[in-house]
């Protein structure tokens, strides 16, 4: 059986490399709500998560409690969302305080809302 993620979990995804022969583990937050995280294709939609903070662009948000949902490093939501197999996820490692949850839907609204 598939195990179960609900929108705003911290999770680590297998990120293949070029050659797909490696990957690297890289923290993503599932955005897909829990209807859709049910489906039998067994899909979630992710948003990466990066710790070059210095990278980001102007609308990408920091995790202000990066630590309490299981991050290692003070780290950004990205604006690059992904669908992908559930089976390509390592573990669970958390999930988003009530303060990031906020700062990830406005993140989302301004890259997919049209206005």
């Not at 297998?14 to 049910?38: E, H, L, M, W």
């Not at 202000?64 to 390592?90: M, Y």
């Not at 988003?96 to 809302?113: A, G, M, P, Q, Y």
Request: net charge positive; charged share 25%.
């Amino acid at each position: 059986m598939t195990n179960f993620y609900s929108k705003y979990d911290i999770v680590i995804v297998k990120f293949p490399f070029s050659d797909i022969k490696a990957y690297k583990a890289r923290p993503a937050v599932v955005v897909s709500n829990s209807f859709f995280n049910q489906n039998s294709r067994n899909t979630l939609f992710i948003l990466a998560i990066s710790s070059k903070i210095d990278t980001k662009l102007e609308f990408e948000t920091e995790i202000l409690d990066w630590q309490e949902c299981g991050l290692l490093k003070p780290s950004v939501f990205k604006s690059a969302v992904a669908t992908i197999e559930t089976n390509i996820i390592i573990k669970k490692i958390g999930y988003l305080s009530k303060t990031d949850r906020k700062h990830l839907d406005n993140l989302i609204e301004k890259i997919i809302v049209d206005e």
